[in-house]
């Protein structure tokens, strides 16, 4: 028996998993043979794996400078990335600080809210979130995000915030529950994963909701967090999924795709306003976060890569063509899909099953069914999505809707 302790894996019940040899483009080798990445390996391959241009640059820059402390010390790539990101995000983000995963992204950005209302001698310390949110795995994230199975155990640990509504259709009773908490003058800031509500089902509203969240958030001062660790990179259609609404958050939170999913970095960004409240003669205003690894040369050089790739190829063109794609193969999904929806490079669909207690039996059994047939995808529930590396080709994905349809409930 293996010593490995598995995310997500229930030891109890899962046979031992399939051991990865090789990864190259939209395929991992295992020792039982290819298998299609359907889910991008959790959301954070973007142009595929294994891409020459992001291997080239780790082998460079491991020959010459591994891990320097960042307390006191830069070095060009962390400050080439920053300045890259800088010009990629929505304006008015002007600072980067470097973590090392999308859950501590998001505590930055929680802490840079709550310090910055601190230092402004404003006493707002409550937080909005939206039901059904998630924002990661360590407690403070999960405290933002949705409670369950997932996380009932640590429920005494969690702090509490004030939760609004899924925006289902125009989102009127989000933006009303935001309208009427924001009033109280309490709020200190909303945090929000931009379009697309992932680990929460795929579930999907519009930029104009968003629109109209800003909107508050502009009108009672409140600050807004946009959580674009799974959206960004090109995953909603847009570069960013704040982009789809024109809107730029005070915060922004990226990781998954920042390095093309190869090696870990997150990058939480900041506006001016954050930035100043915390720079300061006054040493007790320092932002006192970070972790060891900060800034890791090796992984900013990955990010670096990754970022040329999006400005030396057609990646809008090639988005639009993926999004196409799925749409053709969503369009063929019969009665027994539910709910079918898409947001750019992402595609769901929710399996019709029978009533009753049976549900939670469906994800797990479909996933092995998939599996079986050499694809890779992890519904959530009866929800089943399709979240390809860049790179997949319309075979790769009837592959992989293919692998979807054949499943019997
Ligand atoms: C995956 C995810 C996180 C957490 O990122 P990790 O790197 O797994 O810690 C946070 N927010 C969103 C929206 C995510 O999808």
């Not at 900060?294 to 990955?302: D, E, G, K, S, V």
């Not at 996933?367 to 995808?377: D, F, I, K, T």
Request: charged share 20%; aromatic share 8%.
């Amino acid at each position: 028996m293996s010593a490995v302790w598995h995310p997500f894996f229930q030891h109890g019940t899962e046979p031992a998993p399939p051991r990865a040899i090789s990864s190259a483009g939209a395929f991992i080798q295992t020792d039982r043979g290819p298998l299609l990445d359907g889910i991008s390996s959790w959301w954070v391959v973007t142009h595929g794996h294994n891409q020459p241009e992001i291997v080239e640059a780790i082998r460079e820059t491991a020959g010459r400078l591994d891990q320097v402390i960042f307390a006191g010390l830069t070095h060009a790539p962390a400050e080439e990335l920053a300045e890259a990101l800088v010009a990629m995000t929505p304006a008015g983000l002007d600072h980067v600080f470097y973590s090392d995963s999308g859950s501590t992204a998001v505590e930055v950005a929680l802490k840079m809210a709550l310090g910055y209302w601190r230092h402004e001698g404003d006493g707002r310390h409550r937080i909005a979130v939206i039901e059904d949110s998630y924002h990661g795995d360590t407690i403070g994230t999960m405290s933002v995000g949705e409670r369950g199975v997932f996380n009932a155990a640590y429920d005494p640990l969690m702090f509490g915030v004030d939760r609004l509504p899924f925006p289902e259709g125009d989102g009127g009773a989000t933006l009303a529950a935001l309208e009427a908490l924001a009033a109280s003058g309490r709020m200190a800031a909303i945090i929000l994963e931009p379009l697309v509500l992932g680990a929460g089902g795929m579930r999907m509203y519009s930029a104009d909701v968003l629109a109209g969240l800003r909107a508050i958030c502009d009108r009672h001062d409140v600050l807004m967090i946009a959580d674009e660790v799974m959206t960004g990179w090109g995953r909603t259609g847009r570069l960013w999924a704040c982009d789809h609404a024109g809107v730029a958050p005070d915060i922004l939170c990226t990781s998954k795709g920042l390095t093309g999913g190869v090696v870990p970095l997150a990058a939480t960004l900041a506006s001016g306003r954050i930035f100043d409240a915390h720079r300061s003669t006054d040493r007790r205003r320092t932002f006192y976060h970070s972790s060891s690894y900060t800034a890791n040369p090796i992984a900013c050089a990955a990010a670096l890569a990754q970022v040329r790739l999006w400005q030396a190829r057609p990646m809008q063109a090639r988005l639009d063509a993926l999004a196409a794609m799925q749409a053709d193969r969503l369009a063929r999904l019969d009665g027994r899909f539910t709910n079918i929806r898409q947001c750019g490079t992402i595609a769901a669909a929710d399996l019709v099953v029978p009533e009753g207690g049976y549900l939670s039996e469906v994800g797990p059994r479909m996933r092995a069914h998939c599996m079986a047939r050499g694809v890779l995808l992890r519904p959530l529930g009866n929800t089943v999505y399709v979240l390809p590396p860049y790179c997949v080709t319309g075979a790769d994905l009837d592959a992989a809707w293919g692998a979807v349809t054949s499943f019997q409930v």
